[in-house]
């Protein structure tokens, strides 16, 4: 607890980044009770003092961050796609990480000819820049919310395998692997009880530094229309349908920008600071 | 320097496993995108014995294994096909396009190498003032921004507010319609090179050889120039490589939203125009120009870096 007060005494914004991301956590869990309005709810016309008005209004008192073309509430659409964005960041990294560890755990146990196999697959993903392997995946699979979350997979683990088969590689010469080995244990065995546990580290950080691409492939796919489909509200596809309104409604792209670019910074900032503060040279 | 050819050689060996995998997964891939081509190109009012004589006619009833083969023998003798949509030769349309995304590319790479390079010095040399937490500060922004929304700010600054700059389009590649895309990509590409830079010449500054400059008198500056930046080149050259097939991603985002005539722009207008020879050919290229960039990053790697062994 000291160690962690002390952290944030001398890293003031990553302090401040800590509670954005905690906020973030927040709004998606509580979204139905953050939202002002009903995220769906259409109202292309009003009367303001008397004069009728056409959607999309400015941000005001009625509307905080105004509304879309339909009249639908920017504020609540952003909470939504907030908790949309969150819960694909958690569930598409969090199944990267299996798909990559468990895949990357057997070729760096093995070696040999499955470890060369799978990392020359892994060379074969990688090479085709994520944003268009995921824009191929959704549209096999007909863009939706599973859809991304199939296509963040396909994209994010075969970093992960190699990240945690050298990971593994460098555990099995140590010398307990061989003791275990030794005392008859088999192979299955020390992977999961002995090898695994030591990876723990670099899976975790892996997870949460991971989870601000994912929440960019969920924006970027529905920002190209490939990814969440009207009328849910994704960050993405609200800032997509703002482009038409650029000129006289700069807010309905600008704000859901904002928030995603916030907790993507936030999650960078915390994560740097922390690996900065750990690395032994951080007092030279 | 044999040593070094029988290691070029031997890396481009080890490049067929996973251009043959390529090819298959993206045979597959487009394999699996639903919609029937024959009767796409047929039309929706052609008969049935339209769209199967063009389906026997274009080969799509033979086995799959075949097909496939038919796609890699084409591929390699640079038969790439007809796009649907074009209706022109794919081989023909290819290379105009292909410069398009380098001149884009090469520009945004060679700016940000300076950017990035000049900020990460600046960084490093007053480590832990204002100025290297300001210029981090701004590098962790420009990576943290989702591409596709800076692009729409940058857009809405200069060409709706001040009105300077055209919002899209293409001209002819180096003229006023680059500088909103280049500037775009800059953002994310010069925030990381100046974190690699940063880091790479405080690695350095804490050599020997660096000490014993400065305890001969030499001032800080010339310390900087002299030994420290020399050596941070390597990182830096090396981040510059990875960068340009990392970017990849991003200039397919940027040319759809700037219009920019390039690859990105290409494949993905054959993607949602469902143009399968188009996008086979594209996303293979693509992919290629990824790879044989991997390659000459780690080739250059082992030209700068005698500690680098050739064999494995």
Known sequence: MNAFLNFFKKEPLAFLALIVVVLYILIAIFAPFIATHDPFEVKTSMEVEGEKVYAPYAPGARHWFGTDQLGRDLFSRIVYGIRISIFVGIVA?????????????FAGFYGGALDNIVMRITDVFISIPAILLAMIVTLILSPSLTSVIIAIVVVGWPKVARLVRGQVMSITTNDYIEATEALGANNLRIIFKHVLPNCIGIIIVSFSMGIPGAVMYEAGLSFFGLGIQPPNPSLGSIISNGRGYLMFAPWYSIIPGIALALFVLSVNVLGDTLIDYYDPTYNR | MIKLFSYIIKRLFSLIPIIIGLSILIFAFLYLIP?????????PSATDEVVNSIRMEMGLNRPLYIQYFDFITDFLTGD???SYQSGNLIKNEIPQVFIRTLQLAITVQIISFFVGGVLGIISAIWRKTIWDRIIMAISVSGLSLPLFWSALVIQLIFSIYLGVLPPS??????????????LTLMLPNSGMLARVTRSAIIDVMNFDYVRTARAKGLNNFWVVIKHIVRNALIPMITMTGTNLSRMMGGVIMIEI??????????????LLSKDLPALQTATMLIAILVILINLLVDLSYALIDPRIKYEE
Not at chain 2, 35 to 43: L, S
């Open chain 2, 257 to 270: 939203i700037f219009t920019w005539p390039g690859m990105g722009k290409y494949v993905y207008d054959a």
């Open chain 2, 35 to 43: 919609g029937d081509v024959a009767r796409m190109i047929a039309g």
């Open chain 2, 80 to 82: 790439f096909g007809k």
């Open chain 2, 169 to 182: 389009g293409y001209e002819s590649g180096f003229d006023q319609f680059i500088i909103l895309p280049a």
């Open chain 1, 93 to 105: 990294r969090g199944l990267s990480m299996v798909v990559g560890v468990l895949i990357g755990l």
